[in-house]
């Protein structure tokens, strides 16, 4: 008996040397490298690790990462970026004191191409068409019939610096892009931090998301198109500082649907000073722009800080719009509080939006997004949660 209480003794003292700091009694993040395309289950065990080039989880590959992991890019590397392909699923499942951080080297925006995920979620593209090709460079084929598609968990996870623009002048990332992406995933406590283009972007799909920041980022904080119609959204902050275009970006590539993504609780706040990402003559300054038969259901918003001359809260972009939209009730802003000198709502040109009654409210009270701050959304020292 004291002979194998020994051996388990000396396994016990291996396995936490191994796996602790001897002096903290902490684990060792492990050091390595992601490179190429993935092609079986893999685990990624907490550590830093280096991303190059373009990453892809291959169809029926699930590849998980363990919480408080970090990956870093690096531009003089080329285009980096982590892709999951339909039928592949990236788990994601960080904390709000120990996120999963993806990041670049520089930390300058537009370094890299960030997270970049396809399901086979119906879309509906331009001309009535139910399938596309991607807009990242990459041109793979999105959408499909499979509402339900599971491309994983992403929780508590942050991404830094993408927004990738490639060199053809036409492909670019964004933080997070969501290609016909399904209900079946879940996306919720993410942040998207200085990126070159868009915070977020979904390509039709019907997947929703929770509790998502959106900072800094120098075109668009949120934009979808290709009939999105995600509809259990809530808790969305956008944070414009320094170069920022529309708060929100709504189409429909020019497609008159009959249905709509539902997002609560919503922020979108411009800190003074910021600049359109063409430079201050270009009008992509509202909070919320609708064209392309744009349109959708929003509760709880609070605006401020969209005061460049000629900006507005709301604007209507196309006759089109206007008239299917708007006039079709299929636009609906409820509980929107509007701070500052913002103008409510406007059109460009000639249009004069008039939503039908009970489609547009304004309120005192409304309180937009509710956030927890904490690391995840903690970023050089700054709390993001104002």
Not at 204 to 232: C, E, H, K, M
């Amino acid at each position: 008996m004291k002979k194998l209480a020994l051996s388990l003794s000396i396994l016990a003292a291996l396995f936490t040397s191994c796996s602790t700091n001897d002096d903290e009694g902490t684990i060792q993040p492990v050091e390595g490298e992601l490179t190429g395309a993935i092609t079986t289950n893999r685990t990624i065990a907490y550590g830093n690790y280096t991303i190059k080039g373009i990453v892809t989880i291959e169809s029926g590959v699930t590849v998980t990462f363990d919480a408080g992991s970090t990956v870093t890019a690096n531009a003089a590397d080329g285009v980096d970026a982590l892709v999951v392909k339909n039928g592949g699923k990236l788990i994601m499942n960080g904390t709000a004191n120990q996120p999963i951080v993806l990041t670049e080297q520089s930390k300058i925006a537009g370094s890299w191409g960030g997270i970049i995920m396809y399901g086979d979620a119906p879309i509906r593209g331009a001309g009535d068409t139910a399938s596309k090709t991607s807009e990242d460079g990459l041109n793979y084929t999105y959408g499909g019939t499979n509402a339900a598609h599971n491309g994983g968990t992403l929780r508590y996870v942050r991404v830094e610096y993408a927004g990738k623009k490639i060199t053809d002048g036409t492909s670019e990332m964004n933080a997070f892009s969501f290609y016909s992406v399904g209900s079946g995933t879940t996306l919720d406590h993410l942040v998207a931090y200085k990126g070159a283009d868009d915070g977020y972007e979904f390509y039709g799909g019907t997947v929703s998301a929770t509790n998502l920041i959106s900072y800094g980022n120098f075109d668009d904080s949120f934009d979808w198109q290709d009939g999105w119609r995600g509809q259990n959204n809530s808790n969305w902050l956008a944070i414009q500082v320094g170069t920022g275009n529309f708060g929100m970006e709504i189409e429909a590539s020019n497609n008159n649907n009959t249905y709509w993504p539902v997002i609560a609780n919503i922020t979108l706040k411009r800190t003074a000073g910021t600049q359109t990402e063409g430079g201050s003559s270009a009008a992509e300054y509202d909070a919320i722009q609708f064209k392309k038969e744009g349109n959708g259901e929003f509760s709880n918003v609070v605006i401020s800080g969209y005061t460049t001359t000629g900006a507005a809260a709301v604007r209507i972009q196309d006759v089109t719009t206007n008239t299917n939209q708007v006039n079709g009730s299929k636009i609906k802003l409820t509980n929107i509080k509007i701070n500052d000198a913002t103008t409510q709502f406007a059109g460009a040109g000639t249009i004069i939006p008039a939503f039908p009654t009970g489609q547009f409210t304004t309120s005192t009270t409304a309180t937009g997004a509710s956030l927890t701050s904490g690391t995840w959304a903690t970023v050089d020292g700054v709390n993001l949660v104002n």
